[in-house]
């Protein structure tokens, strides 16, 4: 079992991070629209901890474009006000879309 190397809370969501063998963070975020199923990110060890320290300080540090700018803005919110891209598809324009079309979301490993 890997263990959890970070801990973010944006929110209500509570997203966990899991260091990989190959030095990458993985982070996985729950999302309400699919339960089955979580969104993951990858991102550097500095990348995961400056994402911990905006989560603990109330988004003290460089902006969220600054911390992952390798990432597509729906992704970015994520880790901004603690909403997926279905999520904010449901809220705001009109219901969620397949979840192969958002290509960030992994199955539940015990429940696909």
């Given at each position: 079992m890997i263990k959890c190397a970070y801990e973010i809370?944006?929110?209500?969501?509570?997203?966990?991070?899991?260091?990989?063998?190959?030095?990458?963070?993985?982070?996985?975020?729950?999302?309400?629209?699919?339960?089955?199923?979580?969104?993951?990110?990858?991102?550097?060890?500095?990348?995961?901890?400056e994402l911990v320290v905006r989560a603990e300080y109330r988004h003290k540090g460089r902006l969220i474009q600054d911390v992952l700018p390798d990432h597509p803005k729906a992704i970015r919110d994520v880790f901004a006000v603690g909403v997926t891209p279905a999520e904010w598809d449901e809220m705001f324009e009109g219901g969620a879309k397949p979840i192969a079309q958002y290509g960030c979301y992994k199955y539940d490993d015990e429940n696909a």
């Open positions: 809370q944006v929110g209500r969501k509570s997203i966990s991070g899991f260091l990989m063998k190959d030095g990458r963070v993985r982070l996985l975020c729950d999302c309400d629209v699919f339960p089955h199923a979580c969104v993951q990110v990858f991102v550097t060890p500095a990348q995961a901890e």
